[in-house]
């Protein structure tokens, strides 16, 4: 199964690791089956949101691309 996740999920995921946005990310990423597809706008906005003033940056939460 492919899924996408929206930016606004994303980002809750790196903010708060124990909430549901955590908990969908965290199976997208282990689950054989499943299969997360990110475009490029998407990955782009994520970046642009997590690099803003006093949120965790993309070197904090240490990104990996998929």
Known sequence: ???TLDT???VSAFI???GYSARVLDIALTLEDVELVLSEEIVREFVQ???RG???TVK?????WW
Do not use: F
Not at 60 to 64: D, P
């Open 54 to 56: 006093q949120r965790p």
């Open 8 to 10: 606004n999920v994303l």
């Open 1 to 3: 199964m492919r899924i």
């Open 49 to 51: 949101v997590m690099s």
């Open 60 to 64: 904090t939460v240490g990104l990996r």
């Open 16 to 18: 708060s690791k124990t």
